[in-house]
């Protein structure tokens, strides 16, 4: 069974960038049965796919956020990164971390991490 | 993008009702249609995968269907525990999209 733990500042200021971690227990970032991505959901809004990798490095990123997102993998530590540049209080949302299966009929996000909140101050 | 529209965003019922949440996107996605079960504070939990087929350990209480642009989601006998917000989402192309979500409270 997959977890995955996101972890990062709460609290991030306008124009900063805004660094997440997920760490991913109980599976390999090297498993070519999943995309390893992100979600952020505004409070009390919907959900919004950032984007997500690939064991091999591939990515695809959401068009409206391309210009200021980059996600990587850590292979050695087993993990996942984003990073979200000039951050303003639009990007204030839970952050989740989530495996895009390529194996599964119908590609859904199958394993969720529990999420952080992220506020952008100004 | 693919628009996914939910309806109806809310839902009153009671326990042991059944009831029906529909989900319309803006061009065929096939059968590319997750269905995610939100309850406050949590992640999303995936219910179905594929339009109709059911997650590992989701009770059989809760059923999918649909093709095309046109899908619905069905919860045969409400439960206390399934009072929770819904999502529908595409993954047939990027990027992909959710439902607005439909919230199901207890009438």
């Known amino acids: 069974q997959v977890q995955l733990q996101e972890s990062g500042p709460g609290l991030v200021k306008s124009s900063e960038t805004l660094s997440l971690t997920c760490t991913v227990s109980?599976?390999?970032?090297?498993?070519?049965?999943?995309?390893w991505g992100w979600l952020r959901q505004p409070p009390g809004k919907g959900l919004e796919w950032i984007g997500h990798?690939?064991?091999?490095?591939?990515?695809n990123y959401r068009p409206s956020l391309r210009s200021r997102v980059t996600i990587s993998v850590d292979t050695s530590k087993n993990q996942v990164s984003l990073r979200l540049s000039a951050v303003t209080a639009a990007d204030t949302a839970m952050y989740y971390c989530?495996?895009?299966?390529?194996?599964?009929?119908?590609?859904?996000?199958?394993?969720w991490g529990q999420g952080i909140l992220v506020a952008v101050s100004s | 993008d693919i628009q996914m529209t939910q309806s109806p965003s809310s839902l009153s019922a009671s326990v042991g009702d059944r009831v029906t949440i529909t989900c319309r996107a803006s061009?065929?996605?096939?059968?590319?249609l997750n269905w995610y079960q939100q309850k406050p504070g949590k992640a999303p939990n995936l219910l179905i995968q594929?339009?109709?087929s059911l997650q590992s350990g989701v009770p059989p209480r809760f059923s999918g269907s649909g093709s095309g642009t046109d899908f619905t989601l069905t919860i045969s006998s409400l439960q206390p525990e399934d009072f929770a917000t819904y999502f529908c989402?595409?993954?047939?192309?990027?990027?992909?999209?959710f439902g607005q979500g439909t919230k199901l409270e207890i009438k």
């Open positions: 989402q595409q993954s047939s192309s990027s990027p992909y999209t």
């Open positions: 594929a339009a109709s």
């Open positions: 989530a495996t895009w299966s390529v194996v599964v009929p119908g590609n859904p996000f199958d394993y």
């Open positions: 109980g599976g390999s970032v090297n498993s070519g049965s999943h995309y």
């Open positions: 990798i690939y064991y091999s490095g591939s990515t």
């Open positions: 061009q065929s996605i096939n059968n590319y």
